[in-house]
């Protein structure tokens, strides 16, 4: 299946093998905002970005009223690992008790069953959040919110 919005290429290796390659160009703004790989619904099944081992989601600048009212604190159970490349701007993403600022350039990676979730971003923020292997709503454990009073002082 060849998408729309996507660069697509077929070739055949020397064994006369098929191979069929997609670039998603993410400069498109129906590519922002929403898993890019992954699993329908998210991504349709035969697209060449569908995928049952990595999820990746692709956020630029989104609003902060959507993105932080979606996200509630939650965990994935062992072994899915959820990791965020800050591309531009910075995330606040708390850790269990621990608030940490990633910048640009840098990866956080939250180890399974460990509650987390963003609460901040800057306003050019622009990230990838990888998910491996796959977590469904049925994996995603919701956990109980935390209060100030037993929040960590912000660690850098």
């Known amino acids: ?29 129906a ?30 600048r989104p609003t902060k009223e959507g993105l932080l009212k979606k996200e509630k604190r939650h965990s994935h159970p062992e072994p899915i690992e959820e ?11 708390e850790v269990e008790k621990e608030r940490l600022t990633v910048g640009e350039r840098q990866i956080l990676c939250v180890p399974p069953d460990r ?5 901040d971003l800057s306003d050019d923020a622009e990230f990838l959040v990888f998910r491996a292997p796959l977590s469904t709503d049925k994996t995603k454990k919701e956990c109980p919110e935390i209060s100030d009073g037993n929040r960590s002082p912000d660690v850098l």
């Open 83 to 93: 990791l965020y490349l800050v591309l531009r701007g910075t995330l606040e993403v």
């Open 1 to 29: 299946m060849f998408e729309l919005g996507a660069l697509n290429s077929q070739f055949r290796t020397s064994d006369e093998t098929l191979v069929r390659t997609a670039i998603l160009d993410l400069n498109l703004a």
């Open 31 to 60: 590519e922002q905002n929403r898993w890019v790989i992954g699993i329908p619904p998210s991504v349709p099944e035969g697209s060449s970005f569908s995928s049952r081992v990595i999820q990746v989601n692709y956020q630029k």
């Open 115 to 119: 509650c987390h979730r963003v609460v």
